[in-house]
């Protein structure tokens, strides 16, 4: 088959603004998760989940790595550890729902391709903070290990859960719009 990526300036254009979007609710909602503060929920991953649905894995991943470096750097968030675990987070559901659902885009699928990338993102970050954390935070392995049940599993089935409710109720409502004169076309 073809692999074939036609980036026109509706679709540049579209992108863009689910990046801003995603930067706007990145800076204005942000809830601190009781069990750990420092764990703090934002639904900025919706655009970048809607991104995956409408325009396939590659435009979420680009989408999610300009989110990250503008949270990581300019916004004051964490730096590299920062830019990292949100980067690896989102960039595996981008990638996952993207894949499954551009297969076969029906409802039931973009349901599966959901919980399939909350579950694999979640079980990914748990390794990732038991690597990163203790390197970049220099945390003891031992209390990253005390806080998988308490707090970065139920984190992130949380964050990435919600947020995947929240892409699941909205991505066809605006999904016309985002199909409309678009030339952005990637055939697997």
């Given at each position: 088959?073809?692999?074939?990526?036609?980036?026109?300036?509706?679709?540049?254009?579209?992108?863009?603004?689910?990046?801003?979007?995603?930067?706007?609710?990145?800076?204005?909602?942000?809830i601190p998760f009781p069990?750990?503060?420092?764990?703090?929920?934002?639904?900025?991953?919706?655009?970048?989940?809607?991104?995956?649905?409408?325009?396939?894995?590659?435009?979420?991943?680009?989408?999610?790595?300009?989110?990250?470096?503008?949270?990581?750097?300019?916004?004051?968030?964490?730096?590299?550890?920062?830019?990292?675990?949100?980067?690896?987070?989102?960039?595996?559901?981008?990638?996952?729902?993207?894949?499954?659902?551009?297969?076969?885009?029906?409802?039931?699928?973009?349901?599966?391709?959901?919980?399939?990338?909350?579950?694999?993102?979640?079980?990914?970050?748990?390794?990732?903070?038991?690597?990163?954390?203790?390197?970049?935070?220099?945390?003891?392995?031992?209390?990253?290990?005390?806080?998988?049940?308490?707090?970065?599993?139920?984190?992130?089935?949380?964050?990435?859960?919600?947020?995947?409710?929240?892409?699941?109720?909205?991505?066809?409502?605006?999904?016309?719009?985002?199909?409309?004169?678009?030339?952005?076309?990637?055939?697997?």
């Open positions: 088959m073809n692999k074939e990526n036609k980036f026109g300036a509706a679709a540049i254009a579209k992108l863009a603004m689910m990046t801003a979007i995603s930067v706007v609710l990145l800076m204005i909602i942000r069990p750990a503060p420092f764990l703090v929920y934002d639904p900025a991953d919706v655009p970048i989940y809607i991104t995956a649905f409408a325009f396939g894995p590659a435009a979420g991943l680009i989408v999610t790595l300009i989110v990250c470096l503008i949270q990581a750097f300019m916004l004051g968030g964490d730096g590299l550890y920062g830019f990292l675990m949100h980067f690896v987070a989102t960039g595996l559901v981008a990638v996952v729902i993207g894949m499954m659902y551009n297969r076969n885009k029906t409802r039931k699928t973009a349901i599966i391709a959901l919980v399939t990338a909350v579950i694999v993102a979640t079980a990914v970050m748990c390794i990732m903070n038991l690597i990163v954390t203790p390197l970049y935070m220099g945390a003891p392995r031992e209390a990253v290990v005390a806080m998988l049940p308490t707090a970065i599993i139920p984190f992130n089935l949380l964050k990435a859960g919600l947020n995947a409710v929240l892409t699941l109720i909205l991505y066809k409502r605006i999904s016309g719009f985002l199909h409309s004169g678009t030339s952005v076309k990637a055939t697997a």
